[in-house]
C-alpha cells in the first residue's frame, strides 16, 4: 500500500489519519509531523500512527498529504522544499491555495494534487474535489482518487472549480450544523427539553440526508412531499423565504468562495 505522511495533523491531517485507518490502511504505512509535541504524543497515542520529522516524512513516503493553514503554508513548503527529490507525489488539502503555488515552490516536475476534503472524513463520510496540477499524471490522479475515496466520495473537478468546491462541500458542513444548532433552539424555546430537541432535529438532518441519496431524488419534489397545502410546514417555509434565507444561503456560499479565491491570491508573488 501506498506510504503516506500527513504534514500538519489538526483537524483535517487527523480526520485523514482516522479515516485512512478505519479504511484499512495499518497505522505503519502512515507517518504525520505536526509542530506541538503535545498533540503529536495525543495523536500517537490515539492511532499508533509515528510523529516524524519533516525530513524522515519526505525520505518514507509516497504522498505528502499537506494539511497545514494556508497561512502556515511558506514555512512548510520552505523546510519540505530542499528534502524532497522531485519524485514525491504532494496532496494538498488546503483551502484556496494553487497548485501554481506547491509547484513554484518544490523541485521542479513535481506532482501536485489539490484536494478539498471535509471533516466527515473522521466518519469515512467525507465528500472530496480532487484536481491535479500541471505535473500530475492520470495515476496520480487515480491514486488519490482511491485514497479519498477509502474514506468518502470523492469526485474530480477542473481547479477552476476547486474555490466554489471548498464553498459548497468543504464549508458545507458548518452550514447544516449551524442549521441544526438554530432548530434545536427554536426546540428548546418551543418548551422541548435539549436532549430531547437535539434527537429529533439530528435524525430529522439523518433521515432528510438518507432520502436525498436515493435514487432519482431531488431536493425540491422531497420539500413539496413534506409540505401538505395549507399545513405547518407551508407556514414554516413561507417565514424562511420572510427572511430571504434562500438568498442568504447563496450570499454565503459566494462569500465563501471568494474567501478561498483571496486565501489564493495572498500567496502571489
Ligand atoms: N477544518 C475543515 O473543515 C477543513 C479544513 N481544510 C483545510 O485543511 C487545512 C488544515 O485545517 P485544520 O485541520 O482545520 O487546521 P488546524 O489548525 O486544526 O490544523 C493545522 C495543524 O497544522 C500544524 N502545523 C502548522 N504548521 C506546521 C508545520 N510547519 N509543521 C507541522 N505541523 C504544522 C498545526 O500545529 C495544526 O495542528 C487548512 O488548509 C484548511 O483550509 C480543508 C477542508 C475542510
Ligand atoms: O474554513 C475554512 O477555511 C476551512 C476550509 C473549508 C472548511 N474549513
Known sequence: MTRIAVLGAGKIGESLLSGLISAGWSPGELQFTERYPARAAELTDRYGVAAVEVAQAVRDADVLAV????????????????????????????????????????????????????????????????????????????????????????????????????????????????????????????GVPRDTAAELVVQSAAGAAAMLRTDGAHPGRL???????????????????????RSAVVDAVEAARQRSAELGRAHED
Do not use: W
Open 223 to 245: 420539500r413539496e412531499a413534506v409540505t401538505s397545502p395549507g399545513g405547518t410546514t407551508a407556514a414554516g417555509l413561507r417565514e424562511l423565504d420572510r427572511h430571504g434565507v
Open 67 to 190: 494539511a497545514v493553514k494556508p497561512q502556515d503554508i511558506d514555512p512548510l513548503l520552505a523546510e519540505v522544499a530542499p528534502n524532497m527529490t522531485g519524485r514525491e507525489l504532494v496532496v494538498s488539502l488546503c483551502a484556496g491555495l494553487p497548485t501554481s503555488l506547491f509547484e513554484r515552490s518544490l523541485p521542479a516536475g513535481t506532482a501536485v494534487v489539490r484536494v478539498m476534503p471535509n471533516t466527515p472524513m473522521l466518519v469515512g463520510e467525507a465528500m472530496s474535489a480532487i484536481s491535479g496540477g500541471a505535473h500530475a499524471q492520470d495515476a496520480d490522479l487515480k491514486l488519490v482518487e482511491e485514497m479519498m475515496s477509502s474514506v468518502g466520495s470523492a469526485v474530480l473537478v477542473p481547479e477552476g472549480q476547486q474555490d466554489a468546491a471548498t464553498a459548497l462541500s468543504g464549508s458545507g458542513p458548518a452550514y447544516f450544523y449551524y442549521l441544526v444548532e438554530s432548530m434545536i433552539e427554536a426546540g428548546v424555546l418551543a
